[in-house]
C-alpha cells in the first residue's frame, strides 16, 4: 500500500470508529459488559496510542537517533495483522498507560474533536515523509516491538477497526 492509500485507509478507519461512538446514546456510550472497555474507553484508548506516533512524526532526526532504521525485511499489512492477534491470543495487554479510565459521556464530543485534530496532525506529518522512509525509520510498539512507520501505519490503521469491532459485539450484550 502506497503513502496516499494507507493515510486515506488510516483516517477513514479511525473515522468509523469515531463517527459510529458519536452516534451512540450516552447509555450506550457508557455500557460495559463482562467487565470489557466502555465505546468511550475504546476511543479514548486509540487516541492514546495514536498521541506517541504523531509526537515522533514530529522530527525524523529525533526518530533516526532514537530508534534507527529497520534491519529485517519489511512486513505487509496481512503479516503486521497477524503478528497483533498473535500477541493477543498469547495475552498481550495494552501497558498502562494506554489503558483509558472511566470516561464521562459529556466529553465525546470533546474527545471526537481532538481525535479529528489528531488525525489531521498525523496526516500532515506523514506528508513530510517519503515512502523510503517509512519503510526504513523504525518506532517503538510496545507488543511487537520495533516497527517501521509503515508497519506502524498498518496496525494503527487495523486497530481503530479491532477496537469497533470489539464496541459493536460488547454494545449486543
Same mark, same amino acid.
Given at each position: 500500500?502506497?503513502?496516499?492509500?494507507?493515510?486515506?485507509?488510516?483516517?477513514?478507519?479511525?473515522?468509523?470508529?469515531?463517527?459510529?461512538?458519536?452516534?451512540?446514546?450516552?447509555?450506550?456510550?457508557?455500557?460495559?459488559?463482562?467487565?470489557?472497555?466502555?465505546?468511550?474507553?475504546?476511543?479514548?484508548? &486509540?487516541?492514546?496510542?495514536?498521541?506517541?506516533?504523531?509526537?515522533?512524526?514530529?522530527?525524523?532526526?529525533?526518530?533516526?537517533?532514537?530508534?534507527?532504521?529497520?534491519?529485517?525485511?519489511?512486513?505487509?499489512?496481512?503479516?503486521?495483522?497477524?503478528?497483533?492477534?498473535?500477541?493477543?491470543?498469547?495475552?498481550?495487554?495494552?501497558?498502562?498507560?494506554?489503558?483509558?479510565?472511566?470516561?464521562?459521556?459529556?466529553?465525546?464530543?470533546?474527545?471526537?474533536?481532538?481525535?479529528?485534530?489528531?488525525?489531521?496532525?498525523?496526516?500532515?506529518l506523514?506528508?513530510?515523509?517519503?515512502?523510503?522512509?517509512?519503510?526504513?525509520? &523504525?518506532?517503538?510498539?510496545?507488543?511487537l516491538?520495533?516497527?517501521t512507520?509503515?508497519?506502524?501505519l498498518?496496525?494503527?490503521?487495523?486497530?481503530?477497526?479491532?477496537?469497533?469491532?470489539?464496541?459493536?459485539?460488547?454494545?449486543?450484550?
Open positions: 500500500m502506497r503513502k496516499q492509500e494507507l493515510i486515506a485507509k488510516f483516517r477513514e478507519n479511525h473515522l468509523e470508529l469515531v463517527d459510529y461512538i458519536a452516534a451512540l446514546t450516552a447509555g450506550q456510550f457508557s455500557y460495559s459488559r463482562n467487565g470489557k472497555w466502555t465505546p468511550g474507553q475504546q476511543l479514548k484508548h &486509540v487516541y492514546l496510542c495514536l498521541m506517541p506516533i504523531a509526537q515522533a512524526l514530529a522530527s525524523k532526526d529525533f526518530i533516526l537517533q532514537k530508534f534507527g532504521k529497520i534491519d529485517r525485511p519489511l512486513l505487509g499489512y496481512d503479516a503486521v495483522v497477524e503478528n497483533y492477534k498473535t500477541e493477543l491470543a498469547n495475552g498481550g495487554k495494552a501497558p498502562e498507560r494506554f489503558v483509558p479510565e472511566k470516561f464521562d459521556p459529556d466529553h465525546e464530543v470533546e474527545l471526537s474533536a481532538q481525535m479529528a485534530a489528531l488525525l489531521q496532525t498525523i496526516e500532515q506523514l506528508d513530510q515523509y517519503t515512502d523510503e522512509e517509512l519503510d526504513h525509520l &523504525v518506532l517503538p510498539h510496545p507488543l516491538g520495533n516497527l512507520i509503515r508497519e506502524m498498518y496496525l494503527m490503521t487495523y486497530h481503530a477497526t479491532h477496537h469497533l469491532r470489539q464496541t459493536e459485539m460488547n454494545l449486543k450484550g
